[in-house]
């Protein structure tokens, strides 16, 4: 069967997913000191890390219209799915869900599911390379959906800031707190509930050890996982994720690791140095 998956562009794509046309984004817009800016291939990302940076104020995102949703959507394949930011976090889902009745209107046969990642970043890209496998592996449209929701609740999400910052900014931690973890040089471990709700893990002074701190949460974790790919997200430090991916490697046997680097909405929300690892 004939298919395509829109991924919001939260999710990053690797280099065979950007050469396949089963995959698609669907952009997000950034916005920041009156500027906007598109989430697509036109980012660039040392530009806006330095707007970040210097601008008192906090960037925002919108996310896609319900159009964009029905234009990807529209496009002769019989599985039609999206994924999204987690809905704790962005609009996009509810987007996509709006997105996916218009089609439906025009096309009332059609097959379409709208996943919830309850994550970001690569924990959207594995889910669209699962929701992949499973097609390829000629399962029908419903048993797709079947697995890769139960896919979604096995999934584990975790960061590291390099930076409060923007965690400042908008609100999410007061001016007072950040700047004594700043001065301590204290790094949260953040992670996410099933339901998609940022959580601090913990905290470790000094960015290795919050590494290591995020790592060994995981492992304690994650279940079976040999069977499972990781994928690992940095913000302009490729040295400090493939760090990260030999702390995992010391301590744990995975199917596969890859690294990507943040696209503009991760950016965002990692900074500079930022580090996001799923499995």
Known sequence: MSYRIVVDSCGEFTEEMERDSHFVHAALRLQ???EEVVDDKTFDRLAFLKKMKASPNCPKSSCPSPEVYREAFDCGAEHLYAVTLSA???????????GKNLYLEEHPEGKVHVFNSCSASAGETRIAQRIQECEEAGMDFEQVVETVENFILGMHTYFVLETLDNLRKNGRLSAVKAFVASALNIKPVMGATDQGVIIQLGQARGMQKALRQMVETMVAEVKNPEEKVMGIVHCNNRERAEYVKEEV???????DIF????GGISTLYAAQGGIIMII
Do not use: P
């Not at 704790?88 to 709006?98: D, H, I, M, P, T």
């Open 249 to 255: 490697k010391k301590v744990l046997k995975v199917k």
């Open 32 to 34: 920041l000191d009156g």
């Open 88 to 98: 704790e976090l962005s609009g996009s889902y509810n987007s996509a869900q709006l």
């Open 259 to 262: 690294i990507l680097e943040t």
